[in-house]
């Protein structure tokens, strides 16, 4: 009984260790299958990736912090595109930029991988999106308006003036294209935030400009519109028209109707004999409105704008200030009171600063330079006898006009 019960525990024990056996065996095959595949090893990724859109090209940007990365390869369209780029290995966590050139006008998903110097475990890829823009964008641009003709003064040095409507979407500027005064082609260039610019050095009218565009803010290319040639319109030198030649006129039926009897600075001729503030023409007491001043300018001009100079000295915005002049002029002394008669030329009205907020102070001192009238109407006549009705005064209880002083401007036909 005792054999029978060894031989049954050698043969338990015989069997464990072929189970033992064969198992190690087992999983020494698949070690051995292991090895033999070898280790996957992936290269760092790049890092601080970032893209910057670009005329058929991009350009990427990113930092390396691996140091077994020596190249990196930049796919597009399911890598059916690609470049290779070296990555320096002396400027390890240092920014590294790449140009991908050569690019279809379209939107991009790019992918990139790192390799050690043969091209060897490859890094896990990283996607980054960008758009690329060309011909067809280009084309689409439009220049920068203007407000209207740009100017040129011959009488100034061919100065030229530019008055610039507003900016368009991503436009960074424009470029205004001519030739200097010694014949150097020249190229100014025009900031958004500028509405107006001049040009003091021309050799001649020949001038072209163009607008600059960038698509996004991170764009490494600057688009452009073709150049446009710049039409001007040709002003003429204004002039200040000689008061020394004007002389007293009146038709018979527009009575003159100064403050005769008076001091002499009283009568017309007051009117331009240089002498602002408290001195000046009067007329009568107790006149009528409208009331009418008429004289002859001596000189045949086209009217542009005249300088009134009301009497100071607390006789502004009173009953003797005028408030609204309606301004005529006449080629020929053959007229009459018939305003049909008369070349019309617009409606002064005069400001007073302390109705819209200003003071007593800011009335005076704007006063002091004068208020302008501008031609508003058939400013192509040429003038030589003029009429001011004055149709209000500032009080309406007026008595008298006064008026210290005329300065008329125009454009004399040469």
């Not at 369209?77 to 690609?82: A, L, P, Q």
């Not at 109705?355 to 009238?373: H, I, M, N, P, R």
Request: charged share 25%.
């Amino acid at each position: 009984m005792k054999n029978i019960m060894l031989r049954k525990k050698l043969w338990i024990w015989i069997a464990l260790a072929s189970i033992a056996y064969y198992g190690c065996s087992d999983m020494n095959s698949l070690h051995d299958e292991y090895l033999k595949r070898g280790e996957t090893i992936y290269i760092g990724q790049p890092d601080s990736v970032k893209i910057y859109t670009g005329k058929n090209r991009v350009k990427i940007s990113c930092r390396n912090f691996d140091p077994k990365v020596a190249k990196l390869t930049v796919y597009w369209d399911f890598r059916e595109g690609s470049a290779l780029f070296d990555v320096p290995n002396d400027k390890m966590g240092e920014e590294i930029e790449m140009i991908v050139p050569n690019l279809e006008e379209k939107q991009y998903t790019f992918e990139l991988v790192a390799t050690n110097s043969e091209g060897q475990f490859p890094s896990i890829p990283l996607n980054i999106t960008g758009e690329v823009y060309g011909s067809r964008y280009e084309t689409s641009l439009i220049n920068r308006k203007m407000t209207g003709d740009a100017t040129i003064a011959p009488f100034d040095n061919n100065r030229m003036d530019f008055a610039w409507a507003k900016t368009l979407d991503n436009m960074v500027g424009v470029e205004l294209k001519y030739l200097n005064s010694s014949n150097v082609e020249t190229v100014l260039k025009v900031p958004n935030d500028e509405m107006t610019t001049s040009i003091t050095d021309s050799r001649d009218d020949n001038v072209a400009y163009r607008t600059l565009y960038l698509p996004e803010e991170n764009c490494i290319d600057t688009f452009y519109t073709d150049y446009t040639p710049v039409n001007f319109f040709e002003i003429e030198e204004e002039k200040m028209l000689d008061k020394g030649l004007f002389v007293r006129w009146n038709p018979a039926d527009i009575p003159y109707l100064s403050l005769t009897g008076q001091n002499p600075w009283q009568n017309i001729e007051a009117l331009w004999d240089g002498l602002t503030g408290n001195t000046g023409f009067s007329s009568n007491t107790s006149v009528v409105i409208p009331f009418n001043i008429t004289f002859d300018l001596g000189q045949t001009a086209r009217i542009n704008r005249i300088i009134i100079h009301p009497r100071l000295g607390g006789q502004q915005y009173t009953f003797n200030h005028p408030r609204r002049i309606s301004i005529y002029g006449s080629t020929t002394p053959d007229v009459t009171a018939d305003v049909a008669t008369w070349t019309y030329l617009g409606e002064f009205v005069s400001y007073r600063p302390s109705l819209s907020g200003g003071t007593a102070a800011d009335d005076l001192a704007y006063l002091e330079q004068g208020e302008e009238f501008k031609a508003v109407e058939n400013t192509d006549a040429p003038i030589r006898y003029l009429r001011l009705i004055i149709t209000e005064r500032w009080v309406a209880t007026g008595t008298t006009v006064q008026l210290a002083e005329l300065e008329v401007f125009g454009f004399f036909d040469e």
